[in-house]
């Protein structure tokens, strides 16, 4: 494992290890371990500090330490990060470990982080030579095995005078970005791996209600609204059954007689016209059979009567269609004129109230909304010049709003829950519509919702993958950071590839296994630009 070194002006260093020796003195440690009067920072403030960065499992060890001298405490500084999360360790015990070349050892437990995510262990190495070094994480509550973690081998040196007069280590070039300012900024860091890549496109889609799950409840006629009985108009995020009564309206009741009346009417009308029609021809049978009356006129009679026939048929159905109208109306009370019911044709969620107990209501205007948001459809569409790279699988997945980084895939389902593309191109924007009907119970999308949604290609490629949140665009080239040690970085152009959902495939400018930040890059962009910042001293 590389040793990562820095030689830089230790008066920010010197007074921090100076108060973190005092920190580990007050959490147990026996004043024959604090730091020697020799490490007082005035009379060493431009030695030389040793920087270490090492991995293990899911945990980033990075701590510097000055020249080591046999039998005088010295002072290690450990940042410890919980890579899966990116963030510092803040509780649980820390061991270092020693073993010398001679079989000599040494453990120096700490039970706790001085402050969130720093260790300072006071380390009395009792004999000079090489010493090989491992930190200890763990074990924590709950039976977690301790993790522990190799380190470069440390060189501790028999007198202060041989320490001073050591070769000095080579400083990490680099962009400087302390571990306080990436833990406050959530960078993570990722080793660059191999993977197969399917390629994907990425087009707009849009939540749309599942057809049958939405609804605009209206009255058929016009009136005033009034509640259910016993009850109140339902109010915005309600659930409600297929087929529970929402309200009444009670309709303007002398156009609903009028029409009532006037269908009656209509029909006694055409009976009678019907009867003499009937009439009539019967009287004509009979004469025509006596050669009174011509067969014309017996024609003429019988045409009579069934056009008056179907004039009464027609008026009988348009009044036992008003009826069916007002099949609705219900009787509230005695003496009280007949509602109409409004019945939910859905079971759902009311999403919008448009109007109040007493408002006139109509046909045009829908009282309440109601939605069941328990499938929805991602709608998408495909440019025409993308159909043949796209897979037969129709496999996709949509982004998470507010998180670039999450891609969701979406369930291919079967039968009524499977993805439909229209074989039907629209003229204007020259693109397919494809359709993706998708289980909502959690609520996760919102019905009118924007998604970027990536669909797979035919195309598979196998190489380095990167995901896209690592990539920084820097005069038009991508740039990607590298970490040279805990805490300086590498700017690295790169040559891309396939792009894969999140990931994209790295075709130059990384290796496999070198670290990457993969949350945060640019952040450390900024750090590049803004050398101040990031040259600010540990806060510790």
């Not at 994907?200 to 009034?226: C, H, K, N, Q």
């Not at 990536?454 to 080239?477: D, N």
Request: a negative charge; proline letters at 8%.
């Amino acid at each position: 494992m590389p040793l990562a070194f820095r030689s830089i002006g230790l008066i920010g260093f010197a007074g921090a290890c100076a108060f973190l020796a005092v920190c580990a003195v007050g959490c147990g440690r026996s004043p024959s371990e604090r730091t020697h009067p020799e490490h007082d920072a005035d009379a060493h403030a431009e030695e030389a500090v040793y920087a270490v960065t090492a991995h293990a499992d899911r945990y980033e060890v990075f701590y510097e330490h000055r020249a080591p001298v046999a039998g005088i405490a010295a002072g290690f500084l450990l940042h410890i990060t919980d890579t899966s999360t990116g963030e510092p360790r803040r509780s649980g015990p820390v061991s270092l470990l020693g073993r010398s070349g001679g079989g000599a050892s040494l453990d120096v437990p700490l039970a706790a982080p001085v402050r969130s995510g720093i260790y300072a262990p006071s380390v009395v190495f009792p004999s000079a030579g090489e010493w090989k070094i491992s930190i200890r994480i763990g074990p924590d509550e709950g039976g977690t095995a301790p993790v522990e973690i190799p380190c470069p081998t440390v060189q501790v040196f028999a007198s202060r005078e041989e320490a001073d007069h050591a070769e000095a280590p080579e400083a990490a070039e680099g962009i400087g970005f302390t571990k306080e300012q990436q833990w406050l900024l959530g960078v993570r860091i990722e080793p660059v791996r191999k993977g197969r890549l399917v390629e994907t496109i990425r087009v707009a889609g849009v939540v749309a209600p599942r057809p049958g799950s939405y609804a605009a409840v209206t009255s058929p006629l016009e009136g005033r609204l009034l509640a259910p009985p016993g009850r109140t108009l339902p109010v915005l995020g309600e659930r409600v059954e297929a087929g529970q009564l929402l309200g009444c309206v009670q309709p303007q009741f002398s156009d609903y007689v009028a029409k009532s009346v006037e269908a009656e009417a209509e029909v006694g009308r055409t009976r009678l016209a019907l009867e003499q029609a009937g009439q009539s021809l019967t009287r004509m049978k009979r004469l025509a059979q006596d050669k009174v009356r011509s067969e014309r006129e017996l024609q003429e009679a019988e045409f009579a009567e069934k056009s008056a026939r179907v004039r009464w048929e027609s008026a009988v159905a348009l009044k036992e269609a008003l009826h069916r109208t007002g099949s609705n109306f219900v009787k509230t009370g005695e003496g009280d004129l007949p509602v109409v019911e409004l019945r939910a044709p859905i079971a759902g969620i009311v999403v919008e109230v448009n109007a109040a107990v007493g408002e006139h209501v109509g046909p045009e205007h829908p009282v309440v909304h109601l939605l069941d948001p328990g499938i929805v459809q991602i709608e998408a569409r495909i440019p025409e010049t993308d159909l043949p790279r796209i897979s037969a699988s129709r496999a996709a997945t949509w982004v998470e709003p507010g998180d670039p980084t999450r891609h969701v895939a979406i369930p291919l389902g079967t039968g009524a829950m499977a993805p439909f593309l229209s074989p039907v191109i629209d003229p204007v924007s020259r693109a397919a519509p494809i359709v993706y009907p998708v289980l909502n119970e959690d609520g996760r999308l919102f019905v009118g919702q924007s998604l970027a949604v990536h669909l797979e290609t035919t195309r598979v490629e196998e190489g380095l993958v990167l995901p896209e949140s690592a990539i920084v665009m820097v005069s038009g080239a991508p740039v990607g950071y590298v970490q040279v040690s805990g805490e300086t970085f590498s700017a690295r152009t790169l040559r891309l590839g396939v792009r894969s959902g999140s990931g994209v495939e790295v075709l130059e400018g990384l290796a496999e296994g070198e670290r990457v930040v993969t949350v945060g890059a640019y952040a450390v962009r900024l750090a590049s630009v803004s050398p101040s910042v990031a040259a600010h001293s540990h806060g510790h």
